[in-house]
């Protein structure tokens, strides 16, 4: 599974990194940052919450 932020339409409200910190950063303005496209099989249901629960829906799954 991957993940893909768009940069572009992100709100910066941080909800991808209180969810799932383990996939998901922020820069300096609060615009999300990937950690890893290829996310780890242990991280894959904190990351679909994180996808589901973005207010904006910069976050996007591909399935591998």
Do not use: Y
């Amino acid at each position: 599974m991957r993940v893909i932020g768009d940069r572009e339409i992100c709100m910066a409200t941080g909800v991808c990194v209180m969810t799932a910190d383990a996939v998901f950063d922020q820069d300096e303005d609060g615009i999300v940052v990937l950690i890893a496209e290829q996310v780890p099989r242990a991280s894959e249901n904190i990351a679909r919450n994180a996808v589901r629960m973005c207010p904006s829906g910069a976050l996007r799954i591909v399935e591998d």
